[in-house]
DNA sequence: AGAGTGTGGGAAATCGATCTCCCGAGGAGC
DNA sequence: GCTCCTCGGGAGATCGATTTCCCACACTCT
């Protein structure tokens, strides 16, 4: 009752194993149709399975793609590494995701041993835009590696991201267009490109002194720090700008309680368009990233072997979803 | 500019590849220490990684474990599976994770992609206890599968869950000893095990006529719904329990909006402990389930090839986390 | 009819690590 | 001093699919 090989197949359906191989595996050389009609219902009578261990052997791939990701806490990361899978699937293969707990060093943990294991390529998304550069500079002369929606200088590796600076611009179009002109920012995380480009592009648009509330994590209780801080200061702000949906969810609740209401006497937004967006009334308006062409793109980047690509970064558009925390009327 | 093999290695050290494999290998047998060292020199020198899929076609396993879980939308889910991913990972294996979309059919593909796949086992946390048995039983057919925190009927596999019994009862006294007599359930998914088995737990403590509310799923959405109705009774409930965290931000976030004090007016409590329960004032009690425990004995499980086990159910100790949304001294 | 062209398909090498023999050397026992 | 045993370690088979030759046959063109 051991599992049946390819030489069972080939013997059940009188050819070779290489006709039998060929058939299976489609490989672009004409078979007698007969011939192939024969394996196919031989295979399948038999229950056959190849056996991805040998192939990945012989031909050296594995079909295995890895993941890392800040954090899985943050939804947002699930819902990028959801976005992978879909693609990857669709191609047929499969996913190994980690979690690299917010460490450099984890991530660099995590980056090894994904790479001794068994994948073929990897989508990165640096803990930080400056510390994780060295690891992934290591890991992509192993493999090909591309790195997601941050990226990481020193990399030597292409970046797939948001265009953060345009998203800026959207939100804070969208609050003045609404009248709102006494913006605050509420941002995280500086270490990362993402963080910090849209602190940067904030800093671009409305000058230096405009308010901002820095917070080293991106995490809801970090959220409800600036809640606490942007709450005291209320009279002199009409809106806020959260670097992450997760920032926006703890500091809407702290407000509330804090007796302002939003978006009464202040607006909010949040960024990256999580499903925890939801959670709380008033919905939250955020930008959405476009994670399905992104992932794309990423898996395109890793297939084709240029790993002599430059240090680029490309940047996708952001999509404004406009809820009731910023226009009651939504 | 080729990746080193092991061949390279024994003639580095000036041993033949049996040796070197049984060095790097860590096969139980004796080996000279001076000749082990000259293969563990060389190999760290040339920066030798033993090539996975050899060892896998060679030994017939991968050290892969799948994980399919309902929904990676709800954190508990990926909470667990990050659980199961640490155990793995000490063991020094990887974990893929799939997604059921709270679909048996999406469920069944993904077992089906998984085995077909490269896993040694499988981790199943069923969609349903009813029909997610047949795709189970036919899994464990060709690998050792074991369920995870629900059980499937007709699965003729192991299950390892939490005793939801034990745990509803360690709400309900807690709420008791609180002076909450007029106690409420809210629940979702009864077709799953432990969706079914803490609405059982609660009509048999409570009696028939005591409060449920009865939702389709597990989403803090289901759980605004409930929040409405739970509100339009206020006067004649003091407390409720909520079958899922999820659905208890949901509950408190509308009871609040509805001007209904928490845990003043009404106590609520979660189920799973997860993160999100910080997200709201004020934080929610809730029942832990031991994970790292649960993880470890079901990798145990999936190890032994014991695959004749009965189809049983190991029932694991919850734990009440008490917090402010049921005793505001908290 | 013979040479040239093309096409389907088989035999065998190959991927790299592991594992089963089996041999040789050194030590113990009588 | 000889036999037996133990233990380290090497040669080669093996896992199963892919892939590179290369042969054989059929068909066309001169």
Not at 134 to 162: E, H, I, M, N, Q
Not at 248 to 275: H, K, Y
Request: glycine share 6%; net charge neutral.
């Amino acid at each position: 009752m051991t599992a049946p090989r390819l030489l069972d197949v080939a013997a059940a359906a009188g050819v070779s194993r290489a006709t039998a191989s060929r058939v299976l595996a489609g490989t672009p050389r004409n078979v007698d149709p007969e011939l192939a009609r024969r394996v196919e219902d031989a295979a399948r009578e038999l229950g056959y399975r190849t056996n991805h261990s040998a192939r990945a052997l012989r031909t050296g791939t594995t079909g295995t793609v890895g993941v890392v990701v800040p954090s899985l806490a943050n939804p947002y990361f699930v819902q990028l590494a959801d976005a992978i899978a879909q693609q990857v699937r669709a191609a047929g293969g499969q996913l190994v995701v980690s979690d690299a707990a917010n460490s450099v060093e984890i991530e660099a943990e995590q980056i090894e041993t994904l790479l001794g294991g068994r994948v073929d390529g990897l989508v990165v998304v640096p803990v930080s835009a400056t510390a994780s550069g060295p690891a992934v500079r290591a890991a992509a002369k192993r493999a090909p590696v591309v790195l997601f929606d941050r990226w990481a200088s020193g990399s030597g590796t292409v970046a797939v991201t948001l265009d953060n600076a345009a998203a800026m611009r959207l939100l804070l179009d969208h609050l003045d267009d609404l009248g709102r002109h006494r913006i605050a920012l509420v941002a995280a995380d500086q270490a990362s490109s993402s963080g910090a480009e849209r602190l940067a592009a904030f800093t671009a648009a409305r000058g230096e002194d405009a308010t901002t509330v820095l917070l080293p994590s991106f995490t809801t209780d970090a959220g409800r720090t600036a809640g606490r801080r942007i709450a005291e200061r209320r009279a002199a702000i009409d809106a806020v700008v959260c670097g992450a949906d997760v920032l926006a969810v703890g500091l809407v609740s702290t407000l509330q309680r804090s007796a302002v209401s939003v978006p009464g006497q202040i607006a909010v937004t949040g960024f990256d368009d999580t499903e925890i967006l939801e959670l709380l009334d008033p919905p939250i308006t955020s930008i959405r990233h476009p994670l399905a062409a992104m992932a794309e793109r990423a898996l395109t980047l890793l297939q084709s072997t240029a790993r002599d690509r430059a240090e680029t970064v490309e940047r996708f558009a952001p999509q404004l979803v406009v809820r009731a925390s910023t226009d009651a009327a939504a």
